[in-house]
């Protein structure tokens, strides 16, 4: 059963449709792949500084301990 529409109703099915199609453009996204996403992401931290880390020495002393450990393993089986 069809009833006829006022433009009290008219206007309210409009802004319920502009509603709908504001709410569809929400979920559209900016990036087409994955990979865009995670390269902005990283960008948008790395100027938030949130991926600089201290200098540590570590590294390097482990190098140069395993460095000395395998020279000194090399040198006893010889």
């Known amino acids: 059963m069809s009833l006829p529409r006022s433009p ?3 206007a309210a ?3 319920l449709e502009a509603a709908a199609v504001s709410a569809r453009e929400g979920f559209a ?9 995670e390269t902005a992401l990283i960008a948008q931290r790395r100027t938030q500084g949130r991926y600089d880390q201290p200098k ?3 590294p390097a002393m482990m ?5 000395l450990m395998v020279a000194g393993t090399v040198l006893l089986l010889n």
């Open 29 to 37: 996204c900016m990036f087409s792949t994955s990979d865009e996403y």
């Open 8 to 10: 009290r109703s008219r």
């Open 56 to 58: 540590s020495r570590w």
């Open 13 to 15: 099915l409009a802004s």
């Open 63 to 67: 190098f140069v301990g395993c460095a």
